[in-house]
């Protein structure tokens, strides 16, 4: 089976502008959850899908969204992208979601640069 | 609201020694806990899970709901077992601990 893949792996991106970040994942999860990672916050949940419909979100600002697609494929977008926003962007995948014991299946992440 | 602690960024061990790595929660129901690793230049991947109450590389977890803990052990470390831990309680991650096995 193929596992989660994130697109693209590398951005460069000016404050201001806004980002779209893809994740595909593995076949037959229905549960797309997404991650920032920087080494001063560790692992911070954004938000998850299920279903097409978000499930649970994190404490960040709304300038942070995602959406979820028929095929479980999830898009996440940043707007107004600020100095802070850079970082490693995590996708995951689950059955049904880690809430119901079903484990998480992670990407390799973007890595997103705002200069 | 949940939370997960992970009192130690670093923990170093020696080869062949006994490793506990300590995650502690705070949840009001009943906890869906895991335990994650990742190894150097791979992606994060699950370790274990309370609800499989098995052992994984030698691996171990109990969850201990008067203690509200769930600490990752094992007997003899390796050197292969260097890595970042990440205790999970639901969509909550610990914020890591890194452990180094030294030979």
């Known amino acids: 089976k193929a596992g989660v893949t994130q697109t693209p792996r590398y951005l460069i991106k000016t404050r201001g502008q806004q980002v779209t970040l893809s994740c595909s994942p593995i076949s037959g999860h229905r549960s797309v959850s997404w991650y920032q990672q920087t080494p001063g916050q560790g692992l911070q949940f954004l938000f998850e899908?299920?279903?097409?419909?978000?499930?649970n979100k994190g404490n960040f600002p709304g300038r942070f969204s995602g959406r979820q697609f028929s095929n479980s494929r999830s898009e996440m977008n940043v707007s107004t992208l600020e100095l802070g926003d850079s970082a490693l962007y995590l996708c995951a995948s689950s059955l049904t979601g880690q809430r119901y014991n079903s484990p998480l299946h992670f990407g390799n992440g973007t890595r997103l640069t705002v200069t | 609201a949940q939370r997960v602690t992970q009192p130690e960024k670093l923990l170093s061990v020696f080869k062949g020694a006994p490793v506990e790595l300590k995650c502690n929660y705070s949840?009001?129901?009943?906890?869906?806990l895991f335990w994650y690793v990742q190894y150097s230049r791979q992606r994060l991947q699950l370790l274990l899970r309370?609800?499989s109450r098995e052992s994984i590389k030698g691996f171990t977890a109990d969850l201990n709901k008067g203690e509200t803990s769930f600490h990752l052990k094992k007997p003899f470390a390796q050197e292969e077992d260097s890595a970042m831990y990440y205790c999970?309680?639901?969509?909550?991650f610990g914020d890591g601990t890194t452990l180094t096995v030294k030979p």
């Open positions: 949840y009001s129901g009943s906890p869906e």
């Open positions: 309370h609800i």
């Open positions: 899908y299920f279903s097409e419909t978000q499930r």
């Open positions: 999970a309680l639901e969509s909550t």
